[in-house]
Nanobody, 123 residues
Framework: QLQASGGGLVQPGGSLRLSCAAS????????IGWFRQAPGKEREFVTA????????YYTDSVKGRFTISRDGAKNTVYLQMNSVKPEDTAVYYC??????????????????WGQGTQVTVSS
């Protein structure tokens, strides 16, 4: 199971750190992705990290502002969100897969999903 947490209300320009904790699984054995879904919009890819190479990927709109990282000892993947903008408002989901058979930036590539955590960027 995956448990996403850390969401909340943050002002534009502020920071927030989301966590994706794994239970019953060793998160270091999985590729982990973060997706988000804003009201009335489709779920979109945000970032991902590969389990073996630590390679990271970001959608253009968050490059330079968001950072994905992994702490194997805590069995948790983090999404550090800096310089947030109102358009970052969404429910954020973490997802896992043992390998990418194709693209890493599509929801269908992932086998396990967390329940989502709400991020609201507003003054």
């Amino acid at each position: 199971q995956l448990q996403a947490s850390g969401g909340g209300l943050v002002q534009p320009g502020g920071s927030l750190r989301l966590s994706c904790a794994a239970s019953g699984r060793t998160i270091s054995n999985y590729n982990i992705g973060w997706f988000r879904q804003a009201p009335g919009k489709e779920r979109e890819f945000v970032t991902a990290i590969r389990w073996n190479t630590f390679s990271t990927y970001y959608t253009d709109s968050v490059k330079g502002r968001f950072t994905i990282s992994r702490d194997g000892a805590k069995n948790t993947v983090y999404l550090q969100m800096n310089s947030v903008k109102p358009e970052d408002t969404a429910v954020y989901y973490c997802a896992a897969t043992t390998y990418y058979s194709g693209s890493y930036n599509i929801a269908e590539a992932y086998d396990f999903w967390g329940q989502g955590t709400q991020v609201t960027v507003s003054s």
